[in-house]
Structures are given as structure tokens and as C-alpha cells.
T-cell receptor
Framework: ETGVTQTPRHLVMGMTNKKSLKCEQHLGHNAMYWYKQSAKKPLELMFVYSLEERVENNSVPSRFSPECPNSSHLFLHLHTLQPEDSALYLC???????????????FGPGTRLTVL | AQSVAQPEDQVNVAEGNPLTVKCTYSVSGNPYLFWYVQYPNRGLQFLLKYITGDNLVKGSYGFEAEFNKSQTSFHLKKPSALVSDSALYFCAVRDEPGGSYIPTFGRGTSLIVHP
């Protein structure tokens, strides 16, 4: 599980705080993803950075802001979150082919976020 | 459009018995199918995938899955369950060609193996 690392593993924040989640992949992949995992709900894709292009789920609120400075690092900046944003946030990476085909995704351990 | 369904929220099985975790899919082209497992406080781990070829796919930890095109299913199976197999299992599908290049995940099925 050291292929994709995430920090912090746990985060508690108030609604007025600003924090960032960090993800790093050591697999040489060219695509990275942020997912939100809430209990009893399907895994929700939030953002994709593929070949340095960003793809986002239009239903994700603007209080979540991704940043991908290079193919190995991915951040999720958080500000003025709501209690319903409490969830497990998973980062993943994969190798995307020339035709845009996504192969197997490798996931990090996740950041358990609690918004008070 | 691509979609996947896992009809069971939870599956209970006794240790040593065979297990099946169900998955059905819907695509307009050819499906690429994946199974992932998530242990408590961990991320998802890849188990196996079907792209093309033999309908029976073998994966990690003794798991296998059978692709059935006529029933649009990709059920995960294991001949003899272990207590350590208790975890959350996710099926995912990608439609090829023409669909989203990013897989769609099911809601997950909690597998509980009783000693």
C-alpha cells in the first residue's frame, strides 16, 4: 500500500477552517483522482487529473478545490466546509493510455475527515 | 451510459463455505469489469479485472469472477471463505468504446464471514 500515500490520515476541522489534503503516488502513473466515500452511498468521483487535464464532477461544491502541480502529487484544498462533507476522501492513480483508457486504479488509504 | 449494480448490501457466509458477491452491469459497448476490496480503515485494493478472453478470471487471495454476457453479470466467487475475507467489496465497470474512460463503481457489498 505504499504506492499511493495520503496525509493526514485523520482530520477534524471547523466550518470556518481552511485545510488541505495531500496525495502522492510512487507508481509513475499519469492520472490521479479524488473520490468521496460516504456510508451507504456509491463511491463519488470528485476530480480527475489526466495527462495534466482536469476533469471534474459538476456536482462537487466549490468549497472543494483540487490542485495537481505534477503527475505525482495531488492536493484537495478545503474551505468553509459543511458537516455533510464529513467522509473518507480517497486518492487514486492509474496509467492512462493514449486513447484515454483507464486501467486499474490504485488507491491510497484515505483521509477520514470530520467537519464540526 | 455505463452503470453497475450490487444488489446485496451484505452477504453472510460461514467460514469454509463458498461465497458469491453479485454484480450486474449495463453498457452500450463492451464492458471492462473490475472488483476491488476495502478492508477497514484502508483504501480500495484491486482484486481482478475482465477485459477480454476467458470468461472466468482469477485474481488475488483465491478470488475469481465469472463474466456472463447474456446475464450481464460479473459475480465474485471463492470456493472456501476465510474470516479474513470479511471486508467491503466493490464492482466497477467501464464502457468500451464510447463510454466514460473512468470506471463507475457500485455501492459496495459488505461480506461477513462467520467462524
Amino acid at each position: 500500500e505504499t504506492g499511493v500515500t495520503q496525509t493526514p490520515r485523520h482530520l477534524v476541522m471547523g466550518m470556518t477552517n481552511k485545510k488541505s489534503l495531500k496525495c502522492e503516488q510512487h507508481l509513475g502513473h499519469n492520472a490521479m483522482y479524488w473520490y468521496k466515500q460516504s456510508a451507504k452511498k456509491p463511491l463519488e468521483l470528485m476530480f480527475v487529473y489526466s495527462l495534466e487535464e482536469r476533469v471534474e464532477n459538476n456536482s462537487v461544491p466549490s468549497r472543494f478545490s483540487p490542485e495537481c502541480p505534477n503527475s505525482s502529487h495531488l492536493f484537495l484544498h478545503l474551505h468553509t466546509l459543511q458537516p455533510e462533507d464529513s467522509a473518507l476522501y480517497l486518492c487514486a492513480s492509474s496509467q492512462e493510455g493514449a486513447s484515454g483508457i483507464t486501467d486499474t486504479q490504485y488507491f491510497g488509504p484515505g483521509t477520514r475527515l470530520t467537519v464540526l | 451510459a455505463q452503470s453497475v449494480a450490487q444488489p446485496e448490501d451484505q452477504v453472510n457466509v460461514a467460514e469454509g463455505n463458498p461465497l458469491t458477491v453479485k454484480c450486474t452491469y449495463s453498457v452500450s459497448g463492451n464492458p471492462y469489469l473490475f472488483w476491488y476490496v476495502q478492508y477497514p480503515n484502508r483504501g480500495l485494493q484491486f482484486l481482478l479485472k475482465y477485459i477480454t478472453g476467458d470468461n472466468l478470471v482469477k485474481g488475488s487471495y483465491g478470488f475469481e469472477a465469472e463474466f456472463n454476457k447474456s446475464q450481464t453479470s460479473f459475480h465474485l466467487k471463492k470456493p472456501s471463505a476465510l474470516v479474513s475475507d470479511s471486508a467491503l467489496y466493490f464492482c466497477a465497470v467501464r464502457d468500451e468504446p464510447g463510454g466514460s474512460y473512468i470506471p463507475t463503481f457500485g455501492r459496495g457489498t459488505s461480506l461477513i464471514v462467520h467462524p
